[in-house]
């Protein structure tokens, strides 16, 4: 014997979302979304600032050393990612002894140290050492960059002047910090 069909009505107490209620929380989520973004993009320029910083640290304190512990003169530059140093590279950093002294690392001739890769999304490096060098030489007899002093920008693309900063090399080695807001980058948009 077949069971009988039933009306589906709805229950008593039974409720749910109307479209206009649905399309009421879409709307308000997106406007919370939008306001939101902006602060998410400065956090994660600030992250990549920070990065940048400790990267650059590292690698400036490591040519010190190595320079000086191998006795072996290392550079320190801006790469492309192919070796050929550059003043303005986002993609990599190097340290390499250039043993046949072209000043661009050569991977079947020089002794590569470190090549770290930047993933710059939020912002640009340059080098500035000198008027028309694109690296900086640390000597083998002190560990200093001794007539390659200089600086390393990091310009953040939104123009934002907090998260821009310098760190600088003495001849005599020694490496600063130095943001915007005590010494000018000069980064432009």
Known sequence: MPLPI?????LEGETGFSLIELLITLIV??????????????WRER????????????ALKQAKSQSYGTQNDVL?????GAGRCHRNSNKKLLLFVDRNSNKHFDSHIDHLILNENTHLRYGALSLGAGS???YAKFYSDTGRP????????????SGDTKNMFQVSFNKFGIIKYKPNAIHRTGCSR
């Open 146 to 157: 001794r007539g390659h002093m200089g600086h390393i920008k990091y310009c953040p693309n």
């Open 132 to 134: 028309r060098r694109h």
């Open 76 to 80: 320190f530059c801006l790469s492309d």
């Open 6 to 10: 039933k009306d589906k009505t709805p």
């Open 29 to 42: 989520l997106a406007i919370v979304v939008s306001l939101a973004a902006p602060s998410f993009r400065e």
């Open 47 to 58: 992250i990549e600032a920070l990065r940048v910083k400790s990267i650059l640290f590292s």
